[in-house]
């Protein structure tokens, strides 16, 4: 069974500082990861997803990730925030086999920037 | 493009009523989700249509949700009767193909009181 874990329910960092965003998964076969963002009173938007092949991966607006099979982590990162990326984001597993719509989503990280 | 529209964006309801949401998905997009967040909770996977098809309905709570997507266009989540615990955001995702990047409606807030 796969499942995801964010570690951090809120995360805040000062404008221009570096974001890190923790996920870590489980999964009995080869996983296909992805992080979603979600912004204020929108529905959920795709920043970048790993589907097996290079394991860093690049997204929107500058984020990226690195798929980490010996740590299990799929940590999302971006060199310099902005205050338009405070957001709600959300990193997610698909569920079962394959890639597939049918996604597990952690318990989302909510990312404040400040001045 | 026209994206995925969900109406409404919020409903309040009693404890016993009846609710139907709507999702209008993404023209040409066969595959359908529905997804459910409870406050305080991670956003979970409720149903899959392809097409008008139910592929995958696992994730439905019990026999209270009832989900049709006749002619394979929009599809509509009747919660019936509603009670306290069914309260959250409900959101419509589709996709061209079964591994096509998903596209998110702005969900429905359902209140139930």
């Known amino acids: 069974a796969q499942s995801v874990t964010q570690l951090g329910s809120h995360v805040s960092v000062s404008e221009g500082a570096l974001v890190l965003l923790r996920c870590n998964y489980s999964?009995?076969?080869?996983?296909?990861l992805f992080w979603y963002v979600q912004y204020p009173n929108q529905g959920l938007q795709l920043l970048l997803k790993?589907?097996?092949?290079?394991?860093l991966v690049k997204g929107i607006n500058g984020f990226e990730a690195e798929f980490k099979k010996s740590e299990t982590s799929f940590h999302l990162t971006k060199p310099s925030a902005h205050m338009s990326d405070a957001a709600e984001y959300f990193c997610?597993?698909?569920?079962?086999?394959?890639?597939?719509?049918?996604?597990?989503f952690g318990q989302g990280t909510t990312l404040q920037v400040k001045p | 493009e026209a994206g995925v529209t969900q109406f409404p964006s919020h409903s309040v309801i009693e404890k016993g009523q009846t609710v139907t949401l709507r999702c209008d998905p993404i023209?040409?997009?066969?595959?359908l989700y529905w997804y459910r967040r409870v406050m305080g909770k991670e956003i979970k996977f409720l149903l899959h249509?392809?097409?008008?098809?139910?592929?995958?309905e696992s994730g439905m709570p019990n026999n209270r949700f009832l989900a049709e997507r006749t002619g394979g266009t929009y599809s509509t989540l009747k919660v019936q009767p509603a009670e306290l615990e069914d309260s959250g955001v409900y959101f419509c995702?589709?996709?061209?193909?079964?591994?096509?990047?998903?596209?998110f409606g702005n969900g429905t807030r359902l209140t139930v009181t």
């Open positions: 249509f392809v097409k008008e098809s139910k592929q995958d």
């Open positions: 023209s040409g997009h066969d595959n």
């Open positions: 997610a597993v698909v569920k079962g086999f394959g890639n597939t719509g049918k996604l597990i």
């Open positions: 790993y589907t097996s092949a290079a394991t």
């Open positions: 995702a589709s996709s061209q193909a079964h591994n096509s990047p998903l596209h």
């Open positions: 999964s009995s076969v080869p996983p296909y």
